[in-house]
């Protein structure tokens, strides 16, 4: 079955006590939204350290083994700052969404360098649409934003549990972006990629219910959706690998846009599972610090293999 549409937000509808931590948490946003950037990283800093101490031992569990499986040749020590940091990264990545939701382009239009751009001008000039190929980093909301900032985006999303967090983040992308597209919307996606919208697609996380390969990432083999090749297939465009790197002095971002990926799709999933894991790798090996450690990335194994999370 297709996910269900977010609806566009209306304050009336969220009236019910049960709403009031989420009216609460949408307050504090807003204050934070007031402050200067500098000031609003070290609030996420500090936001990222509280939810790193009451995060349960679970989560904890999942982060450790993913770091200890992917970076085998680090210390535990360097594997617990890496830990420490990306805690910090995703309260940083809670604040940047007050930035996304109220700060004007004139505030955000300074703090962003693209590099790399000519490859997506080059691809879109000579007629084909532009997959930006990303990661689960804890900068990619951000990311999007300030890129919509110079061209037209189109965007993917999940539903999201909470209704009215769902319905309040579905109405402001869609205030910045060209259309903010249901990840099980292909025809719509497919419709906007070859009418040239430049489209943010990230495939790293463990669909287990739709069609897998198991490609390796991070020397791992990891189910890898094969979704990717055939979207690629269907409208003709070209896969741009993209990361946004948040500068670590605190002076803003850089959006990293790479050449298309060669021989994409190449009638091969497993080739292709490959090439997309690869170009996600990259920038996870150069900035481990900002992915999303904390999702169960390795969670399917292939059938003769014991569980990845013990």
């Given at each position: 079955?297709?996910?269900?549409?977010?609806?566009?937000?209306?304050?009336?509808?969220?009236?019910?006590?049960?709403?009031?931590?989420?009216?609460?948490?949408?307050?504090?946003?807003?204050?934070?939204?007031?402050?200067?950037?500098?000031v609003?990283?070290?609030?996420?800093?500090?936001?990222?350290?509280?939810?790193?101490?009451?995060?349960?031992?679970?989560?904890?569990?999942?982060?450790?083994?993913?770091?200890?499986?992917?970076?085998?040749?680090?210390?535990?020590?360097?594997?617990?700052?890496?830990?420490?940091?990306?805690?910090?990264?995703?309260?940083?990545?809670?604040?940047?969404?007050?930035?996304?939701?109220?700060?004007?382009?004139?505030?955000?239009?300074?703090?962003?360098?693209?590099?790399?751009?000519?490859?997506?001008?080059?691809?879109?000039?000579?007629?084909?649409?532009?997959?930006l190929?990303?990661?689960?980093?804890?900068?990619?909301?951000?990311g999007?934003?300030?890129?919509?900032?110079?061209?037209?985006v189109?965007?993917?999303?999940?539903?999201?549990?909470?209704p009215?967090?769902?319905?309040?983040?579905?109405?402001?992308?869609?205030?910045?972006?060209?259309?903010?597209?249901?990840?099980?919307?292909?025809?719509?996606?497919?419709?906007?990629?070859?009418?040239?919208?430049?489209?943010?697609?990230?495939?790293?996380?463990?669909?287990?219910?739709?069609?897998?390969v198991?490609?390796?990432f991070?020397?791992?083999?990891?189910?890898?959706?094969?979704?990717?090749s055939?979207?690629?297939?269907?409208?003709?465009?070209?896969?741009?690998?993209?990361?946004?790197?948040?500068?670590?002095?605190?002076?803003?971002?850089?959006?990293?846009?790479?050449?298309?990926?060669?021989?994409?799709?190449?009638?091969?999933?497993?080739?292709?599972a490959?090439?997309?894991?690869?170009?996600?790798?990259?920038?996870?090996?150069?900035?481990?610090?900002?992915?999303?450690?904390?999702?169960?990335r390795?969670k399917?194994?292939?059938?003769?293999?014991?569980?990845?999370?013990?």
């Open positions: 079955m297709g996910e269900q549409s977010s609806v566009i937000f209306k304050a009336s509808d969220y009236y019910s006590p049960k709403f009031w931590p989420m009216w609460c948490i949408f307050g504090l946003l807003r204050l934070t939204s007031l402050l200067p950037f500098r609003e990283l070290m609030i996420g800093r500090l936001v990222g350290r509280l939810i790193f101490m009451t995060t349960g031992a679970r989560r904890q569990q999942i982060v450790d083994t993913n770091l200890a499986r992917c970076y085998p040749e680090k210390t535990l020590a360097e594997r617990n700052r890496i830990k420490s940091e990306c805690y910090q990264n995703i309260g940083i990545s809670l604040i940047e969404m007050a930035m996304c939701w109220w700060w004007p382009a004139e505030k955000l239009r300074p703090l962003v360098q693209i590099e790399g751009r000519e490859y997506l001008d080059e691809v879109l000039a000579s007629g084909r649409g532009v997959i190929l990303t990661g689960h980093f804890t900068s990619l909301e951000i999007a934003r300030l890129l919509a900032l110079f061209m037209p189109q965007v993917m999303y999940r539903t999201q549990r909470n009215m967090f769902d319905s309040y983040l579905f109405t402001r992308r869609s205030s910045y972006f060209v259309n903010t597209v249901s990840r099980k919307n292909t025809r719509q996606l497919i419709k906007g990629l070859k009418n040239g919208i430049p489209t943010w697609y990230a495939p790293d996380q463990d669909f287990r219910r739709e069609r897998n198991f490609a390796p991070m020397g791992i083999a990891t189910a890898t959706i094969t979704a990717s055939r979207l690629a297939q269907s409208s003709g465009a070209a896969m741009l690998p993209y990361y946004p790197e948040r500068r670590k002095d605190g002076s803003g971002y850089v959006l990293h846009i790479d050449p298309p990926l060669r021989d994409f799709p190449s009638g091969d999933d497993l080739a292709d490959t090439l997309i894991n690869q170009s996600i790798e990259k920038y996870a090996r150069l900035y481990p610090e900002n992915y999303m450690w904390i999702h169960p390795f399917t194994r292939p059938p003769d293999e014991a569980p990845f999370y013990p």
